[in-house]
């Protein structure tokens, strides 16, 4: 029905930047919040940053100041802007939507297969 495809991940020296992209498609009718999370070897899958329909951001303490959420609605897509990046950044980060699809009641949540994002020097 809905389908999340994740880019951007790779290799980057600390203090580096990345920028992680999110596109979906499908039968989607409206996207409400999109989000980033990520989880790292051994750890639980955290919450980065959403974005909601509106425009408001919200990100967790670790990446503030860091990290930049947005989208572009008529693209279906969201976007991570990840600088100066720290070795407790690596982890394969998962982009999530609220979606309602057509003909849906209410909206899910559809997950992306995730981006190895590895900061290393």
């Known amino acids: 029905q809905v389908q999340l495809v994740e880019s951007g991940g790779g290799l980057v020296q600390p203090g580096g930047s990345l920028r992680l992209s999110c596109s979906a498609s499908g039968s989607i009718f409206r996207i409400n919040d999109m989000a980033w999370y990520r989880q790292a070897p051994g750890k639980e899958r955290e919450l980065v940053a959403t974005v909601t329909s509106g425009g408001r951001t919200i990100y967790t303490d670790s990446v503030k100041g860091r990290f930049t959420i947005s989208r572009a609605n008529a693209m279906r897509t969201v976007y991570l802007q990840m600088n100066s990046l720290k070795s407790e950044d690596t982890a394969v980060y998962y982009c999530?939507?609220?979606?309602?699809?057509?003909?849906?009641?209410?909206?899910?949540?559809?997950w992306g297969q995730g981006t190895q994002v590895t900061v290393s020097s």
């Open positions: 999530n939507a609220d979606v309602l699809v057509y003909g849906g009641l209410r909206s899910s949540g559809f």
